[in-house]
């Protein structure tokens, strides 16, 4: 089964969120599931400390660094979020697992397809 877990957490830092992310998805991969995670985090991520993943990660940042980051996020989500779109629609996943997140444009669209 192909699942796409959506977050908005930058699952690669350290942190409560991003441990139950990373041993989720190691369970379903262990489970012979094909798992991407998106993260909408809106960050680099190369400006923090690297956690382990041993699932695809692919991540967005349309890069707003003059922004706070509260709004930057949301900027983030807004812009990235067609570009999320369009890498499901090549995933064609079979579940699309949105972790708890605040509402923006492009999910209404996401969940319709």
Request: aromatic fraction near 16%; charged fraction near 20%.
């Amino acid at each position: 089964m192909k699942i796409a877990y959506i977050t908005e957490a930058n699952i690669t830092y350290e942190s409560g969120i991003t441990l139950k992310t990373r041993d989720q998805v190691t369970e379903w991969v262990k489970m012979g599931h094909d798992v991407i995670v998106y993260s909408l985090a809106g960050r680099n991520y190369s400006q923090h400390k690297t956690a382990t993943t041993e699932f695809a990660l692919k991540s967005y940042d349309c890069n707003f660094p003059w922004l706070g980051s509260k709004a930057r996020n949301f900027l983030n989500k807004f812009v990235c979020g067609y570009q999320l779109m369009g890498d499901l629609r090549h995933f064609e996943p079979d579940i699309v697992y949105y972790r708890q997140g605040m509402w923006f444009p492009v999910l209404d669209s996401i969940f319709r397809s």
